[in-house]
């Protein structure tokens, strides 16, 4: 048992209409009481900032969401620093779902231990987490991209994006990013080491796709929704397969995502797979061992968007939501 401690943390005063503004959030200081026998206290390091929180803090993610007052929701990279259970002892890194707040107390079956070999904590929220998670589960699971693939990826230099385009040229396939913005060309290009980069803004997307892929595209990792899954279902080669996993302009709320008309599905015989990242957790530690070798081995690239304090977190997820993150963002919360 413990006494009281001063809690940073960051609210919902109300919900978004359309995209987030730092105005819906508020940053207060809140008391954590005494923590209750075989509660785990957690002290948070690392907190990671992803799109389907929109939806959550809206109430319509799989069927989750919050009230205004609560502390908003988030996967986390936490330190123990109060605990009487021998199996998670004071000073284990442990990730878990705390929320956008210093501290936490979770019960044991909330934590999962940051894989030891593991030299920054934070890979854990991106190439090495979730996002690398659903990567390798839309890549490598779902499509079975092999050599000789032409793989699409919007959304390009996010923490999926960026997992899965390593993922599909390690595979031999050949990579193409849809992005926008200068900033965002030269890391799709340079840093992860797509073979072609479309902007979505300054370029036609059907004819500059249609100039780098003219066989047609084999895979497209559907990120976002319309317009652009219909402009790339378009462009499938015959046979193609596409993995649908995110909606990121449905989640501000003032757009809505119909997709092809099925008739496409059929002239293209392809093969379209929902997918949802949690079906694969039993598979994780699978998917840690192979990969942080690589990732300690600098084989992998993390291309991660760091924001320093947890009062910066409203207005890094408000970029996010607009589009102006570029990479994976994580807030450094404490050391």
Request: glycine letters at 10%; aromatic letters at 6%.
């Amino acid at each position: 048992m413990t006494e009281n401690r001063d809690n940073e943390s960051v609210i919902l005063t109300q919900r978004p209409d359309g995209v987030p503004s730092p105005d819906n959030f508020a940053f207060e200081v809140r008391s954590l009481g005494p923590r209750a026998a075989g509660m785990i206290r957690c002290q948070t390091l690392f907190l990671s900032l992803d799109p389907y929180i929109r939806s959550v803090i809206a109430g319509n993610h799989l069927g989750h969401g919050i009230d205004t007052g609560d502390v908003v929701p988030g996967e986390v990279v936490a330190r123990i620093i109060e605990s009487d259970d021998q199996k998670w002892p004071v000073g284990m890194l442990v990730r878990c779902h705390s929320g956008w707040q210093q501290f936490c107390d979770q019960p044991a079956e909330g934590l999962s231990q940051i894989p030891q070999a593991l030299s920054r904590p934070s890979l854990t929220l991106s190439i090495l987490g979730m996002p690398g998670l659903t990567a390798w589960a839309g890549m490598v699971s779902i499509a079975n991209v092999h050599e000789g693939d032409v793989v699409v990826i919007p959304a390009a230099v996010g923490g999926v994006g960026a997992m899965a385009a390593q993922l599909a040229r390690r595979a031999g396939a050949t990579t193409i990013a849809i992005t926008s913005g200068a900033d965002k060309r030269r890391i799709a290009l340079e840093t992860l080491g797509y073979d072609h980069c479309i902007d979505r803004v300054d370029q036609d997307l059907a004819e500059a796709l249609a100039a780098v892929a003219p066989q047609g595209v084999s895979v497209y990792f559907d990120l976002v929704g319309d317009p652009t899954l219909t402009t790339v279902a378009q462009q499938l080669a015959i046979g193609g397969r596409v993995v649908l996993c995110g909606l990121i302009k449905d989640y501000n709320g003032n757009h809505k995502t119909m997709g092809p008309h099925p008739g496409l599905w059929i002239t293209k015989r392809a093969t379209v797979s929902g997918l949802v990242v949690y079906d694969y957790e039993p598979q994780r530690a699978a998917f840690e061992q192979e990969f942080i070798p690589l990732a300690e081995a600098g084989d992998l690239v993390a291309n991660e968007e760091i924001h320093e304090g947890l009062a910066s977190a409203p207005e890094a997820f408000c970029r996010l939501m607009r589009g102006d993150n570029t990479g994976k963002v994580v807030v450094h919360v404490d050391s």
